[in-house]
T-cell receptor, first 115, second 113 residues
């Protein structure tokens, strides 16, 4: 079945630095990638939607200059958390959709800790 | 606004018994998809079952089945013969057309040996 590889699974960074999270679709072309944030014991909160070759569409309240999303190819999307602060610590999950009209494949998530 | 409501923050079930998780949604769309996802402690989101709104027949996947009531906008998940590995967070999700999934807040299921 469809697989999305997300790396790193865990990352600890210092406050003020930037962190890049990658999601790769391994056996299908991800025309659309969704990025979510999940706080402990809460649901997934959509941060942004990106289509290959286009600028990402950010949800209300999500800072596009802080959370840079690149979807330059049909198999790779990246989320860069710039100038990270402790409040950016969270679990980030990507989800990809291919050419089928339904269904999403999720990455395994990245636990970001900013110290 | 399209919303998904899971009214049971926590549920528990005895091993080998049956449990039903509730989900309701609000939409004005006629064509959409509904999903149940499982998120174990690893936090990997796993698709449990999917239902197309235009299909009247309830979806079934082994021990997992749904009761889809379109008019009532209800989409409950039944887990039969519960196993310890079923313990997880379960999220109901709704997809209207080519748009992002809308998730409920989740139900934490515990399985008691």
């Amino acid at each position: 079945g469809a697989v999305v590889s997300q790396h790193p699974s865990r990352v600890i960074c210092k406050s003020g630095t930037s962190v890049k999270i990658e999601c790769r679709s391994l056996d299908f072309q991800a025309t659309t990638m969704f990025w979510y944030r999940q706080f402990p014991k809460q649901s997934l909160m959509l941060m942004a939607t990106s289509n290959e070759g286009s600028k990402a569409t950010y949800e209300q309240g999500v800072e596009k200059d802080k959370f840079l999303i690149n979807h330059a190819s049909l198999t790779l999307s990246t989320l860069t958390v710039t100038s990270a602060h402790p409040e950016d610590s969270s679990f980030y999950i990507c989800s990809a959709r291919g050419l089928q009209s339904y269904g999403y494949t999720f990455g395994s998530g990245t636990r970001l800790t900013v110290v | 606004a399209q919303t998904v409501t899971q009214s049971q923050p926590e549920m528990s079930v005895q091993e080998a018994e049956t449990v039903t998780l509730s989900c309701t949604y609000d939409t004005s769309e006629s064509d959409y998809y509904l999903f149940w996802y499982k998120q174990p402690p690893s936090r990997q989101m796993i698709l449990v079952i999917r239902q197309e709104a235009y299909k009247q027949q309830n979806a079934t996947e082994n021990r997992f089945s749904v009761n889809f009531q379109k008019a009532a906008k209800s989409f409950s998940l039944k887990i039969s013969d519960s196993q310890l590995g079923d313990a997880a967070m379960y999220f109901c999700a709704y997809q209207p057309g080519n748009t992002p999934l809308v998730f409920g807040k989740g139900t934490r299921l515990s399985v008691i040996a």
